[in-house]
């Protein structure tokens, strides 16, 4: 099976550029971070358009902007609801070079004054009274139809009308990722409601690379031959990443006479792909081990070709 990302293009390369705060204690340290180690942003063929995405549920993180940039670029650029990009306006390449201007808290702001990306965090979902999910909001939210849901792990795990909410959209037509926030072991309601064979490994630290699929399916999204990074890892179908092995570590052939052991099973992001949607797990829990933004990108519009 072969595995494509629609939106595809070959035309208009750009880098992306996020500005991260770092509180050093005392004071915000600004630091330009290469967003994905130059992941491209690529302008889409003339009458290309695409459903929001609806990003619900996660904590009120002014890096996520940061995180969610490639979408909120493309949304912005692209959606069938965004009113950025007005009819008689062509201009996208000038359109995207200031978008890649911006930070992230720019860029969210946008995407909600022009209703390209759905942005419903953790605090306006939740009733301030009990901390209860606001069901008004949600019933709202039911009558949008949308390329993809990102949620976090929380609220997906133990908010149960999220849940519903959630598998519902996917069973319509909706592509979902994952997100681990909190970093809960227990999995099973994702293999309940998306029916994958999928189960907690570990949470770790280990060097990983892409595996075949995850070339297919991530690509240029995950330049580097290799990273260091501490993970959720999941085992199962879909398996993105596998774990790098260096070739010096294992050249003693008095403790290696058979070669390398086999890789430590699991992956910090599993998909399964049915026909045009999908379903994700991101399990990467420290955005400086690698760019959430390309990849969530990918996630959310690979599908089957």
């Known amino acids: 099976m072969l595995?494509?990302?629609a939106p595809s293009s070959n035309t208009a390369v750009f880098t992306l550029y996020r500005i991260v705060e770092l509180n050093n204690a005392r004071e915000y340290i600004m630091t330009i971070v290469e967003m994905a180690k130059k992941t491209p942003f690529k302008l889409q063929?003339?009458?290309y358009t695409c459903k929001p995405v609806l990003v619900i549920g996660l904590p009120t993180y002014k890096d996520w902007g940061e995180n969610f940039s490639n979408i909120?670029?493309?949304?912005?650029?692209?959606s069938t609801t965004s009113t950025y990009m007005i009819p008689s306006d062509d201009d996208y390449e000038g359109k995207l070079q200031h978008l890649t201007s911006?930070?992230?808290?720019?860029?969210m702001k946008l995407s909600r004054e022009h209703n390209a990306t759905v942005i419903w965090s953790e605090d306006e979902l939740l009733n301030e009274e009990d901390e209860e999910v606001d069901m008004v909001r949600l019933r709202e939210l039911e009558k949008g139809d949308y390329q993809a849901i990102i949620v976090d792990d929380t609220a997906f795990i133990r908010e149960p009308d999220i849940t519903e909410f959630v598998a519902n959209k996917y069973e319509k037509g909706a592509s979902v990722v994952v997100v681990a926030i909190e970093g809960i072991f227990n999995i099973s309601p994702l293999r309940r409601k998306f029916n994958v064979d999928w189960e907690f490994g570990a949470y770790t630290k280990r060097d990983i690379k892409l595996n075949d699929l995850g070339k297919q399916i991530i690509g240029d999204a995950?330049?580097?031959?290799?990273?260091?990074?501490?993970?959720?890892?999941?085992?199962g179908e879909g398996?993105?990443?596998?774990?790098?092995?260096?070739?010096?570590?294992?050249?003693?052939?008095?403790?290696?006479?058979?070669?390398?052991p086999s890789p430590a099973p699991g992956s910090p992001v599993v998909t399964v792909v049915r026909g045009s949607k999908s379903v994700s797990y991101f399990g990467f829990?420290?955005?400086?081990?690698?760019?959430?933004g390309g990849i969530l990108w990918k996630l959310c519009f690979v599908t089957a070709s």
């Open 239 to 260: 398996e993105l990443f596998t774990e790098f092995q260096h070739p010096e570590d294992y050249e003693d052939e008095e403790d290696y006479p058979d070669g390398p």
């Open 222 to 235: 995950f330049p580097e031959e290799y990273v260091y990074t501490k993970s959720q890892f999941i085992i």
């Open 3 to 5: 595995y494509a990302i």
């Open 285 to 292: 829990v420290n955005w400086l081990d690698v760019s959430y």
């Open 102 to 107: 911006l930070d992230g808290e720019e860029l």
């Open 45 to 47: 063929p003339p009458g």
């Open 72 to 78: 909120l670029i493309h949304c912005l650029l692209y």
